[in-house]
């Protein structure tokens, strides 16, 4: 194995969260392949550098915190990228259910102040909140009830 390769790997993972698959592509861009790609990404979960749950934890809190993602938006990006079910689960852990409830409460408050600016139809208001929620993830009962207590 080859400790300049397994260096910048390291500094790669250090640098911000990885999942195995990113750290699989960054390899195959230094031209490491196969075995010893399975040997460099072993090691670096042994030290510590590659850890999915960590990565899962990072991103659901990250993505619902800055970008206001909802569950099962952000549940199906982490699918994407090729994470076990426990490391989705364990990340999915990282949003509690009250700021989750009232994260989608300020979003929809901050949407509909916008939008009330240009639209008088209040049928027309709560069709465009409640797309804009869908498109950030959120489930649909828990948007239809939010957006009645806005009322």
């Not at 698959?21 to 090691?43: F, P, S, T």
Request: hydrophobic share 35%; net charge positive; aromatic share 10%.
């Amino acid at each position: 194995m080859d400790r300049l390769i397994l260096q910048k790997a390291a500094s790669y993972c250090a640098y911000q969260e990885r999942t195995q698959d990113e750290v699989r592509q960054r390899l195959k861009k230094w031209n490491v392949w196969g075995d010893e790609a399975d040997e460099l990404i072993a090691e670096l979960i042994s030290m510590n550098y590659l850890s999915e749950e960590r990565f899962a934890k990072t991103y659901a809190g990250g993505k619902f915190r800055i970008k206001n993602w909802g569950r099962m938006k952000i549940r199906q990006e982490l699918n994407r990228r090729g994470l076990s079910q426990y490391s989705i689960e364990k990340g999915m852990g990282e949003i509690e259910d009250k700021a989750y409830v009232e994260g989608l409460k300020a979003l929809l408050e901050k949407k509909r102040n916008l939008l009330v600016k240009t639209e008088n139809d209040p049928f027309k208001l709560k069709q465009k909140l409640v797309r804009f929620a869908l498109g950030k993830g959120y489930e649909s009962e828990l948007i239809w009830k939010t957006v009645e207590e806005l009322e």
